[in-house]
C-alpha cells in the first residue's frame, strides 16, 4: 500500500518555465521554495498582514491550495480545525480538487463530506472512531482511495519523510498580529504538524478563536504561520477521556481488582499508560480504596503517559500518582490542572502543554505497561476494534500497546516480564518485555463476545483487498489478558497450544471459553499461568460500587475541590 | 480481602448509600427503622403485570413497585417504593394496583402516614389506558386519605426522576423533599423537544435540564419543602422532619396553594430561564446555583426559597 | 422471550434459615434472581424467562457450574431476565444464594 510519492511541485510544471527564461537550461534547487512564495502572495491579496476574515477563507484556501496537493486538515480524537475544514468543503472544485488528506483524525462529517464532493481523492489517516460506520461504507464504495491507516507515530513519522504536507490547516487558541499562536491545553498535534510543513517550504493556515495583544505563551512561533482566520468561535472537542463513574459495572470492578492484585502488584508498575475504557476508569477509582488496603500506594501507578483523566483525580488529591504527560487536555480539566502543577506538565501562563508526538513516545518507551481494552481477541491473542461494517483506526493505543524493540534502560517490571518469557536466557542478554495488557469482560455491549476463533478484521481485509488486516494488538505482543473469569499470562506459555488454552480458560462463557480443554486449564491454573478471583484472595461478592472512591461526576468534582468543571452532557445538576 | 463492612451501623450505611443509585428496595430498607419493613404482594406472590406479556417483554415479580409497612423512628409508617430501572418505572396497571390499594388502607386506618418514593417516567406505554386510569385512582386516593388527616410525603432522588402522571401524583402530596438530581415535571425533556423543538428545550443539554426540572430549582420555586443531600438517611431526616412540619388540610389549604400558584406565575411568567427566575428571587449570583454544594444551597434555599406552610 | 428450566439433584442443603430473597431488577443487561426455601433438601430448580432469544446452551453451562460451586439444596430459582452476559447472572445468583443464607425472616 506504501507508495512513495513526489511533492505536488514536481519539476515537470514549476521548473520548466524557470529553465525557459534562464539563458540554459540548469537545474533549479529552490523549486518548492518559489512556490511556496507565489501561494503567499497568492493569499496575502486577501489578508491584513497575515490575518484573513472568516468569510474569506475558502478564497484564502482556493488561493492557496492547489490540486493534488498534500494537504493536512488538524484534528485528532480530541480538537478539530472544523472552521478549516467547513471552508475547504465549500471550495470551487475548479480550484481545488483531487486532494491528498494526510490528517490524524476523520471525525467531523465534513472530512468524509471532502472525498463525497471530489475536493479530496486520497486518504491516509490514524482515528476514525465517530465515523467509523460511514468510511467503512466510502472505502467499499470506493469513494476514498486509501493509502494506509495509521498508528498516530506512524503517520506523524511519514509526515517527515514521504507525507509531507504542502499545506497545514490549522487550530489555536489565540494569535497576536505577528501571527505567534497559543495552542493552549489542547496543543495535541499542532507543533508536529507545523514542523513538517513549516520546514519544508509548505503554507501554514491557522484558525483561532482570538487575536490578541500578546498571547500567553508561544506555541507556534509567528515565523513558520503564514495566514490566520479569525473565528466566531472556539475550535471543536471532543470530551472523549471523560468516564461517568456512574457507568461503571459491577464486572467491570471485578476485573480491576484482578488486575491490580494479579499484575500492577506482582510487578510493580509505576510507569505506565492507560487505555479510555471503563475498566481502566474502574482501576483508578480503586486506587485509593481497594489499592490503598493492598498497602500500593507509591509502588504502582505513579508515573503516567496519558489524558488528564477525571477518573484519576480521587488518586491524585490521595497523593498516588506524581506526574502526568498528556497527548491532550480535556474538556473541565483546565482549572484543575492549573492548580496541580506539580503532577502535569504547563507552561509559564499556568496552563496544560500536551504533546501528542512526545507523549506517544514516551507511552512507547519509557512506560512499563500498557493496559486498554478492545472488541476482538482471537486465539493467538490477536486483538482489533474493527468489525466488518466499522473502520476506527488505530489512534495511538499500538504506540503504548508494543514492545519497544529499540528500548535500552532496565526496569524492575520489564526484566521481571523478560524472565518470565525466557527463564532459560542469560541474565545480561535478554531482554525485557513491556506489559501489555488486554483487559475487558468476557461478553461487551449487546452481549457480543470479545473472544473469537477469527478477527472481523480478516474479512474486512479480504472485502477491501488490503494488503495487511487492521491488527491493534499483535498476539506476540500481549503479555496478559483479564477478563471477569481471572488472569491468563501469556508470558508464562511455552507452546502454541498453551497459549490457546490461557486464553480460552480466562474467556468465560462465550463459545471459544466453553470449548476449552478443562484438564489443560487446571493445568495451566496449577502453574499460575491463569489466575481465578479465589486464586487472587478476591470474592466476587465484594465487587459492588462501594469500592469506587467515585461513583459519580459529581463525586469527583467534590475531590477536585470543584476545580473540575465537567461538560454539560456529563451533569445532573 | 477487601475491609469488612460490618461494623457500620445502620445510619452510616444510610449516610454512605446514594439515594439516586440505590434500588427501591435498599432505600426502604435502608429509610426506615432497621428491620422493621414488611412488604405487601411481595415477589414471591408473583403479581406480574398481564399486559407486558402480550408484547413479548420481560416482567419483574413486584412489578416495579415494592408497598409494605415500616417504623419511621419508632413510629409506624406506610411506605410504596418505585423502582426506577424497571420500564423506568413507569405505572402499569399492577403497579398503580398496589399503591392505590396502600393509600386507601391509609385512609381506612386514618392515622399511619404514607411515604412514596417516586421513581417514575410517567404511564407504561404498553399498558397506556390501565396506566392512566391507576394516575388517576392514585390521585384521587392520595386527595381522599388526605382529606382525612393522612400525611402524604414524596421522596423524590431517582434516576427516572418524577414524570408524567408521577409528577401530577407528587402535586397532590401534602409535602415533597427532593436531592439535587431528582427532577420534578409532567412533560419530559425529550417530549417537549420533540413536540416543541430544539430552540425551545435541548434535551441533551442536560445542565438545562436539571436547572429547569432538577431538585434545587424545584426546592427554589417552593415546588419541593426539603432539600435533601443525595444519600437515604438524609432523606430519611427529611421525611421526618415533614411528617412534623405537615398540618391539617382542608379547603382552605387548597385555595391557597391555587393562589400561591397563580402568584409564582404572575411573578415569574417572563423569566426565560431559571436563573432568570433566581435572580428575580433575589440570589445574587444566581448562575453559580447549580455548582453549590449542598449545605450552602440549603442554607440559600432557607433564606429565599418560599414555602407557604398555609398552601398546598 | 424464551422459558427454560433446570432441575438438578445437588449433594447438600443451603445454609441460612431465610425463606425467600429477592437480587436484581429486570433491566436491559440486569435480571432479577428470586430464590424460595421450598424444594428438598437435595433438589434445585431453576427457571427462567428471558429475553435473549436462544442460548439455552450458554444458561446450561452457567446452570451447571453455579449448581457446582453452590450446591443450593431446597432452593428454586425463578429468573426474569432482560438480557444480562453470562457473567452478571452468574453474579446474582451467588448474591441469591448469600441472601437467602442469612438468618432472618
Known sequence: MTVIETTGASPGLDCGGEARRGAKAMTSWQTNRATRDGRISAGAVLARGKIVEARDATRLLEAVIRPGDRVCLEGDNQKQADLLSRALLAADLSRINDLHMVQSGVVLPEHLDLFDRGVAKRLDYAYSGPQSARIARMLFGGKIELGAVHTYLELFARYFIDLTPQVALIAAVSADRDGNLYTGPNTEDTPTVVEATAFKDGIVIAQVNDIVETVPRVDIPADRVHFIVKSGKPFFVEPLFTRDPAAITEGQILTAMLAIKGIYAPYGVQRLNHGIGFSTAAIELLLPTFGERLGLKGRIATHFALNPHPALIPAIETGWVRQIHSFGSEVGMDDYIRARSDVYFTGPDGSLRSNRAFCQTAGLYACDMFIGSTLQIDLQGNSSTVTTSRIAGFGGAPNMGADARGRRHPSEPWLKAGAEADPDGATLMRRGRKLVVQIGETFGDKNVPLFVERLDALELAEKLNLELAPIMIYGDDVTHIVTEEGVANLLLCRTAQEREQAIRGVAGYTDVGRRRDHSMVAHLRERGVIRRPEDLGINPLDADRSQLAARSIKDLVRWSGGLYAPPSKFRNW | MTAPLEDITPAERARGTSFYEASARTRLELLLDAGSFIEFIGPEQREVSPHLKIFDLPEQFDDGIVVGRGRLDGSPVFVAAQEGRFMGGAFGEVHGAKLTGLLRAAREIGSIPVLILFDTGGVRLQEANAGELAIAEIMRAVMEARSVGVKVIGLIGGKSGCYGGGGLIAGCCSALAVSEPGRIAVSGPEVIETNRGVEEFDSRDRSLVWRTMGGKHRRLLGAADVFADDNVQDFREAALELLGLVGPFGLDKLKAEQERLADRLRRLSTCFDAVDIWTAEGIAHAETVPELPADQFIALADRIGRISRDAR | ?105
Open chain 3, 1 to 105: 422471550m424464551e422459558g427454560l428450566k433446570f432441575a438438578h439433584s445437588v449433594r447438600t442443603r443451603a445454609g441460612g434459615t431465610r425463606q425467600s430473597a429477592i437480587v436484581g431488577v429486570v433491566a436491559s443487561g440486569n435480571l432479577e434472581v428470586l430464590v424460595e426455601r421450598v424444594l428438598p433438601d437435595a433438589e434445585c430448580a431453576i427457571d427462567i424467562k428471558t429475553a435473549a432469544v436462544g442460548f439455552g446452551e450458554v444458561w446450561t453451562a452457567v446452570v451447571g457450574d453455579f449448581v457446582e460451586r453452590y450446591s443450593p439444596g431446597g432452593l428454586r430459582f425463578s429468573i426474569n431476565d432482560g438480557g444480562a452476559r453470562p457473567d452478571t447472572v452468574s453474579l446474582r445468583l451467588a448474591q441469591a444464594v448469600r441472601s437467602i443464607a442469612e438468618n432472618g425472616q
